[in-house]
């Protein structure tokens, strides 16, 4: 699945999907999920009615932003796996097909994959730290390599057993990204601690392997965007702590501010002595970025203990059963979303 808003977008829209057709392990459909834009919608329909390969393209049947459209997407797809691309990435030839190989274990309800930074620039801004790679929906330093059992996957490049959604609910609208509007986050977050609530047993991991590359624009690779997306993470923090509880919430995010930055800070002040380009850049985008996200979570806090962010979790609809597929992942969804999770920048944090 593919989550779809802006005719900007369109030549990485075409992009996702060719990435998604030149997989070594074919999915059982392609759907394109248009949040809330009659154009797009009928430009997409019509370059894609003669497909060779099955893509459907949809309308965003709730509210506007990401989680909905998801919701959308998963209610009318056919397989008894989604997976989900970000509309401005692409996937490497063996993505679904390490994705297939995580839910040979039947506890596995969710395999994420690593994201990739494909800087418009051409290279990493000197001054941005590794370890904030989730600011522009990208994997981060400091999560584990490897094959690893996780809390959460990232949304704009993950998969899901039909299953999970059917036990704990869909997406939830009232966190995430709406379109162009503040870069908010931490919708894919909010849904695997759900998950992992319902489904007890539940196993959900990453794999290094899958990997899908993220496009940077350039108006990301600024220290604006930065700051303004380290506040909006602190802010969906907040309401993802106060819906399910501080200790899981936040359990991650503690590893990874004691350990993971001050050791990123720290590095930082190191390449700054020995007169490495960006070293003192970096460690002060780390502490400028945990300042602005404590910010943003205090904020968010208060917000949500006087009724703000109102979250909605509505059940998923059972899809129709899919028809044997040929190849492919057991009845496979293709999905993306473009924004942080990032839209769907997917991808998530972040």
Same mark, same amino acid.
């Given at each position: 699945?593919?989550?779809?808003?802006? /005719?900007?977008?369109?030549?990485?829209?075409?992009?996702?999907?060719?990435?998604?057709?030149? !997989?070594?392990?074919?999915?059982? /459909? +392609?759907?394109?999920?248009?949040?809330?834009?009659?154009?797009?919608?009928?430009?997409?329909?019509? %370059?894609? !009615?003669?497909?060779?390969?099955?893509?459907?393209?949809?309308?965003?049947?709730?509210?506007? @932003?990401?989680?909905?459209?998801?919701?959308?997407?998963?209610?009318?797809?056919?397989?008894?796996?989604?997976?989900?691309?970000?509309?401005?990435?692409?996937? %490497?030839?063996?993505?679904?097909?390490?994705?297939? $190989?995580?839910?040979?274990?039947?506890?596995?309800?969710?395999?994420?994959?690593?994201?990739?930074?494909?800087?418009?620039?051409?290279?990493?801004?000197?001054?941005?730290?590794?370890?904030?790679?989730?600011?522009?929906?990208? *994997?981060?330093?400091?999560?584990?390599?490897?094959?690893?059992?996780?809390?959460?996957?990232?949304?704009?490049?993950?998969?899901?057993?039909?299953?999970?959604?059917? $036990?704990?609910?869909?997406?939830? +609208?009232?966190?995430?990204?709406?379109?162009?509007?503040?870069?908010?986050?931490?919708? %894919? *977050?909010?849904?695997?601690?759900?998950?992992?609530?319902?489904?007890?047993?539940?196993?959900?991991?990453?794999?290094?392997?899958?990997?899908?590359?993220?496009?940077?624009? @350039?108006?990301?690779?600024?220290?604006?965007?930065?700051?303004?997306?380290?506040?909006?993470?602190?802010?969906?923090?907040?309401?993802?702590?106060?819906?399910?509880?501080?200790?899981?919430?936040?359990?991650?995010?503690?590893?990874?501010?004691?350990?993971?930055?001050?050791?990123?800070?720290?590095?930082?002040?190191?390449?700054?002595?020995?007169?490495?380009?960006?070293?003192?850049?970096? $460690?002060?985008?780390?502490? *400028?970025?945990?300042?602005?996200?404590?910010?943003?979570?205090?904020?968010?806090?208060?917000?949500?203990?006087?009724?703000?962010?109102?979250?909605?979790?509505?059940?998923?609809?059972?899809?129709?059963?899919?028809?044997?597929?040929?190849?492919?992942?057991?009845?496979?969804?293709?999905?993306?979303?473009?924004?942080?999770?990032?839209?769907?920048?997917?991808?998530?944090? %972040?």
């Amino acid at each position: 699945m593919i989550c779809v808003y802006t /005719e900007d977008r369109w030549e990485d829209i075409l992009a996702a999907v060719s990435s998604v057709h030149a !997989q070594s392990l074919a999915a059982l /459909e +392609t759907l394109l999920v248009v949040d809330h834009n009659p154009t797009l919608l009928e430009r997409l329909a019509k %370059e894609y !009615q003669d497909s060779a390969r099955p893509v459907r393209v949809l309308a965003n049947a709730g509210p506007r @932003g990401l989680s909905a459209g998801r919701n959308t997407g998963i209610a009318a797809a056919l397989g008894e796996f989604v997976a989900f691309l970000d509309d401005d990435a692409v996937a %490497e030839r063996d993505w679904l097909r390490h994705f297939a $190989a995580g839910y040979a274990d039947p506890r596995v309800m969710a395999v994420g994959g690593r994201t990739v930074p494909a800087w418009a620039s051409g290279g990493r801004p000197a001054w941005f730290p590794e370890e904030f790679d989730w600011v522009v929906g990208c *994997t981060y330093k400091g999560l584990p390599e490897g094959k690893v059992r996780v809390r959460n996957v990232l949304g704009g490049n993950a998969s899901f057993r039909r299953e999970a959604f059917d $036990a704990a609910g869909g997406f939830a +609208t009232g966190i995430g990204r709406d379109g162009d509007r503040r870069p908010l986050g931490c919708e %894919e *977050t909010e849904l695997c601690i759900r998950l992992s609530k319902a489904l007890p047993d539940a196993v959900l991991i990453i794999d290094d392997r899958a990997v899908i590359h993220h496009k940077v624009p @350039g108006a990301r690779e600024g220290f604006g965007y930065f700051r303004t997306r380290t506040y909006a993470e602190g802010l969906s923090k907040a309401l993802v702590a106060h819906r399910v509880g501080a200790g899981r919430g936040l359990e991650s995010e503690r590893r990874y501010t004691t350990r993971v930055l001050p050791r990123g800070v720290l590095r930082g002040l190191r390449d700054a002595a020995l007169l490495r380009p960006g070293g003192a850049g970096r $460690a002060g985008a780390i502490v *400028t970025g945990v300042a602005a996200a404590a910010g943003g979570y205090v904020l968010g806090s208060v917000r949500a203990r006087r009724g703000g962010g109102n979250i909605t979790v509505a059940p998923i609809p059972v899809a129709p059963v899919a028809v044997a597929p040929a190849a492919g992942l057991p009845g496979a969804r293709e999905d993306g979303a473009g924004g942080e999770s990032e839209g769907r920048e997917g991808a998530t944090r %972040e």
